[in-house]
């Protein structure tokens, strides 16, 4: 094979980074996040889906969350999230476009109660990528690639070893993303080891 020729201005495999902040995500920091413990290894990625209200896209709802600045009056489905504070590190749009709220370095608040590779507290040492979309519903090809680069770009600057849906973390309490996710596509994208999915996918059972 030809060597690659080195652009000695570039910095490393990790160009797309600015420390945890990925340098092609619409940045919008959230407040809701606190300091990972010490020595976290950053080796899971967390898939979810969100909408609001659930089904509607685009309106701009979901970083509005995870900024703390939703209008609580603005739809009635939001009075039963009224007062939550959460956050992802990312966020992909129908349109596959990313955001990012959360630097990776820090402990974002997606996860919750939850468990994998026999470790508790995902929040701790995951990073979380919500997919705009409604849960069991498919997703858009563009946020496929989107996500695919993301990963890609995750495992070339963190220790990913793992990539699992909320659903996989916290099983019985979460569904998502939910059977509309193909994690087959994924799967063929990334070219991971299938060590790396969730054992139950695909198919996904459910016990
Ligand atoms: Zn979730």
């Not at 060597?3 to 619409?26: F, K, Y």
């Not at 979901?62 to 959460?86: E, K």
């Not at 959360?102 to 990528?129: F, L, P, T």
């Not at 939910?178 to 994690?183: E, L, P, R, V, Y």
Request: glycine residues 10%; contains cysteine; proline residues 9%.
């Amino acid at each position: 094979m030809p060597t690659p020729s080195i652009d000695p201005t570039a910095s490393s495999a990790a160009a797309p980074w600015d420390g945890g902040w990925h340098t092609s995500a619409v940045r919008q920091p959230s407040p809701n996040f606190g300091p990972r413990p010490a020595g976290a290894v950053l080796d899971l990625l967390v898939l979810h889906s969100i909408s609001l209200p659930p089904g509607e896209y685009g309106g701009g709802q979901v970083q509005a969350l995870f900024a703390n600045t939703l209008d609580w009056d603005a739809h009635p489905y939001f009075q039963s999230i009224r007062g939550l504070a959460v956050s992802a590190h990312f966020f992909i749009t129908r349109s596959g476009e990313l955001w990012q709220f959360v630097d990776c370095e820090q402990r974002a608040w997606h996860a919750g109660r939850s468990c994998y590779r026999g470790r508790s507290q995902c929040n701790d040492d995951s990073i979380g990528i919500e997919l705009e979309g409604l849960e069991g519903d498919p997703f858009e090809p563009a946020q496929y690639t989107t996500l695919v680069h993301l990963c890609h770009d995750l495992a070339a600057r963190y220790p990913v070893a793992h990539i699992a849906g909320h659903e996989h973390i916290a099983p019985g309490r979460k569904a998502d993303p939910g059977a509309g996710f193909d994690w087959q596509a994924l799967r063929q994208q990334l070219q991971w080891d299938a060590a790396c999915f969730p054992s139950a996918a695909p198919p996904h059972k459910r016990y």
